[in-house]
Each structure stands twice: as C-alpha cells, then as structure tokens.
C-alpha cells in the first residue's frame, strides 16, 4: 500500500505561478512511476504529466506542455508538478497518482494508488 498526500493548491491569477508537491509513504517510491491527474467541474478526469522511475524520461499533454513541469525526488519521496503561466482552465482539483506499470501511462486505471487530490483555482 502506497499513501499519496497532495499539497500546494491555492487561488491565483491567470499568468501566476504554482508548485504541487506529493509525498509518498513508502521507501520503494522509487520503484512507481508517478503521475499528475486533474477533474475540473463537470468534466472527466484526465491526464497531466507523468515520470519515470528513475525521473529521467516525462509526458504531458499537450494542453500543458511547455507549461508544466513535473519532478521527482526519489530521496524524499516526493513528486512535484511545478505549473507556469496558469490559465482558468487549469482550474481543476489535481491528484498525483503511483503505477507499478513501466512506461509513462496516461490512463487512470493503469495507476495503483491516488492521493485525495488539491485545488487549484485560477481567476481571470
């Protein structure tokens, strides 16, 4: 079992700035690919940015590349998703997830564990 506890959303403009940070309980973090998910209101659950293993390979979709940027620190247990440049669209509660899968999934149900997720709200 892997807990994942999701912290740093807030309220902000559109143009600012945020980091996301997730901590993981468990020492074999570094054996779990990690991803970044994201519901806004009224709209399915999709897909973010996700990380290997080791940190050195990355995927996001396209509405956040070159915006985003998701990390690891295998030593702290802890994945984050640093989002420049926000838009009101990002506005969404954001949920980091574990897959035990190799590869960088992007599917839902191909991720093992979920933290409770955080909101990010971006005004106008």
């Known amino acids: 079992q892997v807990q994942l506890v999701e912290s740093g959303g807030g309220l902000v403009q559109a143009g600012d700035s945020l980091r996301l940070s997730c901590a993981a309980s468990?020492?074999?973090?570094?054996?779990?690919?990690m991803g970044w998910f994201r519901r806004a209101p009224g709209k399915e659950r999709e897909f973010v940015a996700a990380?290997?293993?080791?940190?050195?390979?990355?995927n996001y979709a396209d509405s956040v590349k070159g915006r985003f940027t998701i990390s690891r620190d295998n030593a702290k247990n802890t994945v984050y998703l640093q989002m420049n440049s926000l838009k009101p669209e990002d506005t969404a509660i954001y949920y980091c997830?574990?897959?035990?899968?190799?590869?960088?999934?992007?599917?839902?149900?191909?991720?093992?564990?979920w933290g409770q997720g955080t909101q990010v709200t971006v005004s106008s």
């Open positions: 997830a574990a897959s035990s899968l190799p590869g960088l999934p992007t599917k839902p149900p191909l991720y093992n564990y």
């Open positions: 990380i290997s293993r080791s940190g050195t390979s990355t």
């Open positions: 468990r020492r074999t973090f570094s054996t779990y690919t």
